[in-house]
Nanobody, 114 residues
Framework: VQLQASGEGLVQAGEFLKLSCVAS????????MAWCRQAPGKQRELVAR???????IYAGPVKGRFTISGDDAKSAVYLQMNSLKSEDTAVYYC?????????WGQGTQVTVSS
């Protein structure tokens, strides 16, 4: 199974981007979906997590600006990023978890210029 992410780009601070990630085949039933990111010289960190049937979790720096959503039927996860800041510059990775294992996307670059 491969997770194909799209939506990478170079934008200015204050602008928006939407990332999408779709699995190459159905991963039903989905247990959770998430986005993580890794900035240059930093460790990978959780951005947002959407547990199927539960409450979403957002990292403090993105709360109120980013929105994660998922489509179980399509085995897809999305990340709407508004009011982007230079500190949001990173490689973003999507994750989809079944009850037996997790899957990672290949990473997509988001660059925000100030």
């Amino acid at each position: 199974v491969q997770l194909q992410a799209s939506g990478e780009g170079l934008v200015q601070a204050g602008e928006f981007l939407k990332l999408s990630c779709v699995a190459s085949r159905s991963l039903l039933p989905v247990a959770a979906m998430a986005w993580c990111r890794q900035a240059p010289g930093k460790q990978r960190e959780l951005v947002a997590r959407w547990p199927s049937g539960g409450s979403t979790i957002y990292a403090g720096p993105v709360k109120g600006r980013f929105t994660i959503s998922g489509d179980d039927a399509k085995s897809a996860v999305y990340l709407q990023m508004n009011s982007l800041k230079s500190e949001d510059t990173a490689v973003y990775y999507c994750n989809i978890y079944t009850h037996s294992r997790g899957y990672w996307g290949q990473g997509t670059q988001v660059t925000v210029s100030s």
